[in-house]
């Protein structure tokens, strides 16, 4: 749905201080609610590629679902409308990526992570492969909304290392899902309510390992609304830690409730249920 009149976004990309080009590509869309967010991988510029494509083909198929043409691949009424949008886009966004890269031999092994956030009547759709993140601050409290999937993620939730010994590791950047780099991948998906004043944030890896989510509530909470000022305080200071990866950050702060006109894809699915 069409919320331009109650959210603003900023997107914002740097290529770091390490890096000779930038692997990392946003995009953003009112008309439709979607904030998309990619961090490509692979072999020489592969991973712009890919991360290119997969913010391209999402935003693409997504529009196309809400103007009515293209159809569900099947009904799940348990779910909102777009999130099932976003399955399938995802689903054939990620067989494109895997073509591309078996039959292209400078795309070979090429992948991407991807965020992605869907505004629609007060709720917010998310899924995510990889390790680029989806944060909310709601008040003065900063939670984490999606989860990496990574191979330290796993270490820590299996209790093998702890979150302080993690910001050591040298397995930072291998991630256990990606976007593209096999014939079907499992997108992970939740529904949140969403609040007048929220902001979210989303991320790249580039932003995230190097600034501290207590820095980061900082960064957000004294930009006091202003995410434009937020976007680049969170670039500079991933820089003045070291700027080892690109950096990328979508923001969206939510200026007043936005509510969905009945159409096609509400009555094919009917009602949803909505985690907070």
């Not at 946003?26 to 991988?41: E, F, K, P, R």
């Not at 099947?74 to 999130?83: A, D, F, K, T, Y």
Request: hydrophobic fraction near 40%.
């Amino acid at each position: 749905m069409n919320v331009s009149n109650a959210i603003k976004v900023v997107r914002l990309t740097n290529v770091g201080l390490l890096r000779d080009h930038n692997e990392d590509a946003v995009a953003s869309d009112l008309s439709i609610g979607l904030l998309v967010l990619a961090d490509g991988m692979g072999g020489y510029k592969a991973g712009e590629v890919a991360s290119e494509i997969a913010v391209l083909m999402v935003a693409a198929e997504i529009t196309e679902a809400m103007q009515g043409k293209s159809r569900p691949d099947e009904l799940m009424p348990n779910l909102l409308p777009e999130s099932q949008m976003l399955i399938d886009a995802v689903a054939k966004t990620n067989a494109t990526i895997y073509q591309i890269s078996q039959n292209q031999p400078q795309c070979a092994g090429m992948g991407t992570t991807l965020a992605v956030g869907i505004f629609t009547d007060n709720n917010l759709v998310v899924g995510h492969i990889g390790d680029s993140r989806m944060y909310r601050l709601r008040g003065e409290t900063l939670t984490q909304l999606t989860e990496d999937h990574s191979l330290i993620q796993e270490q820590i939730n299996a209790g093998l290392i702890t979150q302080e010994q993690a910001k050591l590791s040298k397995n930072k950047n291998l991630v256990t899902r990606a976007l593209g780099t096999d014939p079907e991948v499992e997108l992970e998906l939740q529904e949140f309510d969403v609040e007048v004043g929220d902001v979210y944030l989303l991320c790249s890896d580039g932003l995230s390992d190097l600034v501290e989510d207590a820095e980061l509530t900082k960064i957000l909470l004294e930009a006091n609304g202003n995410i434009t000022f937020a976007a680049k305080k969170l670039v500079q200071s991933a820089n003045e830690n070291g700027g080892t990866d690109n950096i990328s950050v979508v923001l969206a702060i939510i200026k007043k409730k936005f509510t969905a006109e009945k159409n096609w894809v509400k009555n094919l699915f009917g009602s949803a249920n909505t985690a907070k």
